[in-house]
């Protein structure tokens, strides 16, 4: 298979690789956009009317196309194929395609795809040596399997939100899809493992993952920590809280005319650099670094609230205490240090859409993976696929 729309041969280290993409919204999207920035071929399934929820899952009142911008973020450079699932010619044409497929990825709700009857027993027959990825919400036992897979509604179940934020606030969630994205790159880091097993097997694999094994995952640090340190459960700063568990000074402090991160830094060399007596009462006792924390972070914070953010830089990073300027996108995006990094890139479509976004975290040998073109609209190349793999035609369907 080739590896198209559009590339570098030389840096698409998955060319030849066939991925059926039949998921939606940000999780099933986002594995398989991992795999397509690598290289990968992915055609996206979507419903003739109206595809992918996200087309219309706008983050503001923008949209590019007919389409929201996030939609065009996660879904640039794959192909979109309009199948009706309740259609029965339909459905042979995307059985058709998984025959000839490498990868398969789905986040339908479980039991759903098995009564389609694209399950991974019934994929696996039809195409053995295929890696099926199934991300769900929950996982497929107990009694939160027919719950909403919804970012939002896993981080309130997984006990994230009282580790954000300071102690008087509540439960504080991320302001970013963050169950749905960690569990994409756990999808695709498994059908990568798959796909090498795969060629030692020649047979495939079923990958599964879920929303809240992910957002477990990610607080290994802080739950090891509370199982083993007699189940003490976290308890966040009363202000300038960045960790729940780590001791003073690490948080945010506002400046005169800003903020300032301060990671780990012994209470001693930060008093001596910042030439601050008021925190010569600490210096001496590590541990009251954790129990007067609170205490601590109310004195260092007044005295930060008295110059500016560049003037205490100019004494703490030539000293080597851990410490940044809480930077805004404007301020971020203008500085040389994100544009070194070269992590924008303007995507195009023939029907003059032009979305400027993100490029792939990764680089190979050297350099980041080109990708130009925007996401498909809504069965852009279903007639070209229909033909490419033989699933007949269908009249009265878009493209």
């Known amino acids: ?61 923008t949209e590019i196309g007919g389409d929201s911008t996030l939609f065009h ?27 000839k497929a490498d990868v398969l990825i789905q986040n339908f709700r479980p039991r759903v795809i098995e009564r389609l009857g694209l399950g991974y027993d019934d994929v696996s027959k039809l195409n053995p040596r295929i890696v099926y990825a199934s991300i769900t919400g929950y996982g497929n036992e107990g ?70 094994e992910n957002l477990v995952d990610i607080q290994f640090e802080v739950l090891t920590t509370y199982l083993n340190d007699g189940q003490r459960p976290p308890r966040r700063s009363s202000a300038n809280s960045a960790h729940a568990y780590l001791a003073a000074p690490y948080g945010v402090y506002r400046t005169a005319d800003g903020y300032l991160a301060i990671a780990m830094t012994p209470i001693g060399k930060l008093a001596d650099v910042l030439r601050f007596t008021g925190l010569d009462a600490y210096r001496a006792d590590p541990s ?43 301020e971020l995006l203008s500085g040389e240090g994100f544009k070194v990094l070269d992590m924008l890139q303007t995507i195009e479509r023939e ?19 080109p990708v130009s073109r925007a996401a498909p609209r809504l069965g852009e190349h279903s007639r070209a696929l229909r033909r490419e793999f033989g699933l007949g035609e269908a009249e009265g369907k878009p493209h």
């Open 1 to 61: 298979m080739s590896a198209k729309p559009g590339g570098d041969a030389h840096q698409n280290l998955l060319s030849g690789l066939l991925v059926v993409d039949m998921s939606q919204f940000l999780s099933g999207p986002y594995a398989s956009l991992r795999l397509r920035d690598l290289g990968a071929r992915v055609i996206k399934i979507e419903r003739p009317e109206g595809g992918d929820l996200c087309r219309q899952l706008y983050l503001s009142d």
């Open 73 to 99: 973020a996660i879904n640039r450079n794959k192909e979109s194929l309009a199948l009706d699932l309740k259609s029965a010619e339909d459905l042979a044409a995307l059985r058709a395609l998984i025959a």
């Open 143 to 212: 009694p939160w399997v027919k719950k909403p897979g919804q970012d939002l509604l896993a981080q309130a179940r997984s006990g994230l939100m009282w580790l954000n934020g300071d102690e008087g606030q509540g439960p504080v969630p991320f302001g970013l899809a963050v169950a749905d994205m960690l569990a994409g790159a756990s999808a695709a880091q498994g059908i990568l493992a798959g796909l090498v097993s795969r060629g030692v097997t020649g047979r495939g694999t079923h990958i599964e993952t879920s929303l809240l």
């Open 288 to 330: 009251s670094w954790f129990t007067q924390r609170d205490e601590i972070k109310a004195v260092l914070a007044q005295f930060l609230a008295g110059a500016s953010t560049d003037h205490w830089l100019s004494l703490l990073e030539p000293a080597d205490v851990w410490c940044a300027k809480v930077l805004q996108w404007p």
């Open 351 to 369: 029907d003059d859409v032009s979305v400027v976004t993100t490029r792939s975290p990764i680089r190979v040998d050297g350099k980041r993976p």
